[in-house]
Every structure is written in structure tokens, then in C-alpha cells.
């Protein structure tokens, strides 16, 4: 079978699904939605933006005038820390459980102007910083099982605010995706008695076919089993189980490949390229989960441009996911792009 030419399905092992892939539909036209591309520049600081040092956010609360990168409390938290336990179920049917936690943002930089694509490495260090030390405190709670770091880039991905920022939720049970690859990622190291992603990574590396980019620490490949256009996984080339095990030259690796990837993403369509970012790593249940392989997610949804974005609709909401471009094609192309971002002066 060639797999770069024809229908065929690929298994993700980190969650048991299954996609399909068509490779030779990426030769039909193009006639249906087409986004609008912002293209005004941003400001340095903009009085407006709640998220800007020293302005009053949406709750009342006001910022200080913080020089680097800033944490607070979500002022309108999905998890919130008092919620009483409660349970419900109504015939096995209707099941319902009361859920606690913590959501906070963490400001990337003063900047308003800034994305991490644009943010020096050491700034972005700062970033890592700031990660492994919110991974360190909520995971510490006795109740915070699982501590969800994330970044929602563009209003196309639902970002309310353009300012550089994340977010960081703390669940008192562990959500479903990351349960799931737990599940997988177990079940491996039991069958195997090694682990799942330290051989991916490896097979990848060996291979070239989906490689991205790559540093001392980090490699950045198209995941073989990838469901969005150009998605990719970011993951250590050792095995590290969560953020909190970097040491000082993985930190700085682990900026420079996120860099790195977010110039060639924006370089890929000169656009200010959107998606969800987040990280998966071992559960703060107080359990050692030898067989969790600390790493990032991307999730970008532009399809052919800037302007044509996939959506998840008919068979891939009632059936299974289901791409076009192969990933083989996808990392290709990004790995055809420059790290010298299109926006720098000449």
C-alpha cells in the first residue's frame, strides 16, 4: 500500500483512536469559507487591555507594573476552589459530581505586541520558569490532581485578548484526554517495559520523515497519527515525566524549540498563525507514574492560507477525524520554512 497516495487509516497509540487519511482529496478546489486576516499592528501598551501592567482588568482588580511575567487568579474562573462536593445520579444516566479547582493566566510579557514567535529566548525562559513553578505550587494541594498548562493563540482559536498569555487550570480529578494517554502510555511500558514516547521519539529521529526541527533536548515532529493540518508534537529526546525535572540547558532548549516552531508556523502562511498549545505530563496525584513522557501539543487550524481554516465537521463530528495533507507533506513544508521571522526588517 502507498500511504501517500491513497485512502488508509493510522492508529494514535497515545489514545486508541483511529484517522482517516485522504491524501488524494488535496487536489479538489477550494470554494468554502475564507477568513479575514487581521493585519493592524499592535501597540507596545494599549490602555484598553486588561491584561496590560498597571491597568484594571475586567474584574476590578488592577494590574501592577510587572517587567517580566505575571500571575493572578482567572477573574472568571471555570474551576473554582470552594465548590462543595456533591454527587447525583439518576437512574446510571443522569451522573453528575462536583468539581474543585484553581484557574489562573499567566502574562507572558509586558508587551502587548508580542507572541512567544516574537519573544527573545530568554524571555521565553521566563515562560518555562513561570510553568514549573504554577506546576510545583497547585500540584502541591492536596486536592489538585492535575495541572493543565495551555495557550490559546488568536481570536480564531477564541482568545478574547490579543496580549501574550496562557493559562494554567488545576483539576481536583484528572481530564479525560490526559487520563487516556496515561491509559496508553501504561499499557505500553507494561507490555514493552519501556516507554511509549522515548521510542517514538527515537523511531522519528531515525526515520527524518515527520522531524520539524530539533535541539540537544527537543525534537518537533508531525505526529504520524496528526488530526489537524499542520499539527505538532513537541517532546524531549530523554525520558523527563513532567516540567518540574528540567534542568537549566533543558529550559533553554525547550525555549528555543518553541521559538523556533513559532516563527516557521507564522512563516508558513506570513500570518500571525493561530492555535491551542498545551502540555501533557504526569498527574500531581502524589503517584510516581513512571510510564508519563512529559510533552506539548500544537493544535493550529489553518488548512491552505492564512484565510482557509479546517473545521471538524459531518463524518469527522459522527464518524472518526479525517485529513488531507499527509503529515509527511505537512512537516515537510514546515520544515521548508525559514526561522527568520517574515515580519523582521530585511
Not at 501574550?164 to 514493552?192: C, M, S
Request: hydrophobic share 35%; with cysteine; proline share 7%.
Amino acid at each position: 500500500m502507498t500511504i501517500s497516495s491513497q485512502p488508509h487509516r493510522r492508529l494514535n497509540p497515545l489514545t486508541g483512536e483511529w484517522l482517516l487519511v485522504s491524501p488524494h482529496r488535496t487536489q479538489r478546489p477550494w470554494q468554502g469559507k475564507v477568513e479575514s486576516v487581521a493585519t493592524a499592528s499592535l501597540p507596545h501598551y494599549d490602555p484598553a487591555c486588561y491584561l496590560c501592567p498597571g491597568n484594571t482588568r475586567a474584574g476590578g482588580e488592577k494590574n501592577p507594573a510587572y517587567d517580566s511575567t505575571y500571575v493572578f487568579v482567572n477573574d472568571y474562573a471555570s474551576l473554582l476552589p470552594d465548590t462543595q462536593a456533591s454527587e447525583s445520579a439518576i437512574n446510571g444516566l443522569l451522573v453528575s459530581s462536583a468539581e474543585r479547582g484553581i484557574c489562573r493566566v499567566l502574562c507572558f510579557s509586558p508587551r502587548h505586541d508580542l507572541t512567544l514567535a516574537r519573544m527573545d529566548t530568554g524571555s521565553i525562559e521566563r515562560v518555562v520558569d513561570a510553568w514549573m513553578q504554577q506546576y510545583a505550587e497547585l500540584g502541591a494541594i492536596d486536592y489538585i490532581n492535575h495541572v493543565q498548562i495551555f495557550e490559546n493563540r488568536g481570536d480564531t482559536m477564541g482568545c478574547s485578548n490579543p496580549h501574550p498569555h496562557g493559562q494554567i487550570w488545576a483539576n481536583q480529578t484528572v481530564p479525560l484526554l490526559v487520563e487516556r494517554e496515561g491509559f496508553y502510555q501504561e499499557d505500553y511500558r507494561r507490555k514493552k517495559n519501556c516507554c511509549m514516547l522515548c521510542d517514538y521519539v527515537t523511531l522519528e529521529l531515525d526515520r527524518k520523515e515527520r522531524v520539524v526541527l530539533e535541539n540537544d533536548t527537543f525534537a518537533v515532529v508531525v505526529p504520524f497519527w496528526a488530526v489537524w493540518p499542520f499539527e505538532t508534537l513537541l517532546l524531549p529526546k530523554m525520558h523527563i515525566s513532567d516540567i518540574g525535572k528540567l534542568e537549566p540547558a533543558h529550559k533553554a532548549d525547550l525555549a528555543d524549540a518553541m521559538r523556533r516552531l513559532g516563527i516557521r508556523y507564522d512563516n508558513l502562511f506570513s500570518t500571525s498563525f493561530p492555535y491551542s498549545m498545551g502540555i501533557h505530563q504526569r498527574p500531581t496525584d502524589g503517584k510516581s507514574h513512571p510510564h508519563w513522557h512529559f510533552h506539548m501539543h500544537y493544535y493550529p487550524p489553518l488548512l491552505r492560507s492564512a484565510t482557509v481554516k479546517k473545521f471538524m465537521v459531518g463524518y469527522e463530528m459522527l464518524a472518526q477525524p479525517q485529513r488531507d495533507i499527509t503529515p509527511e507533506l505537512a512537516a515537510e513544508r514546515l520544515r521548508g520554512c525559514s526561522e527568520r521571522h517574515y515580519a523582521d526588517p530585511a
